[in-house]
Nanobody, 114 residues
Framework: QVQLVESGGGLVQPGGSLRLSCAAS????????MGWYRQAPGKQRELVAT??????TNYVDSVKGRFTISRDAKNTVYLQMNSLKFEDTAVYYC?????????WGQGTQVTVSS
């Protein structure tokens, strides 16, 4: 059994910062990649940022220079979000490509509002 537990969402003003965390636990043999997707109301889920096991990162263009993905040695991935904009409002989902499979977190709400 594998679980992804997210934390760190909330309400923030435009220009503010938030840090999301996602901890993977359970019977994990290998981690190939971990990252974050988001889904805004009425929109499709989109990739925000990912990091492979070798440290390679990928970001959607709209967050480049503002968001940073990182990972520690304890199977936790972070998303540091700076200079937040109204359009960053969404439910953010952690995902992990692991051995034994592909997993999603439960989602955490990020709301950017004045």
């Amino acid at each position: 059994q594998v679980q992804l537990v997210e934390s760190g969402g909330g309400l923030v003003q435009p220009g503010g910062s938030l840090r999301l965390s996602c901890a993977a636990s359970g019977s994990i043999r290998s981690i190939y990649a971990m990252g974050w997707y988001r889904q805004a109301p009425g929109k499709q889920r989109e990739l925000v940022a990912t990091m492979t096991s070798t440290g390679s990162t990928n970001y959607v263009d709209s967050v480049k220079g503002r968001f940073t993905i990182s990972r520690d040695a304890k199977n936790t991935v972070y998303l540091q979000m700076n200079s937040l904009k109204f359009e960053d409002t969404a439910v953010y989902y952690c995902h992990a490509d692991l051995a034994p499979g592909y997993y999603w977190g439960q989602g955490t709400q990020v709301t950017v509002s004045s």
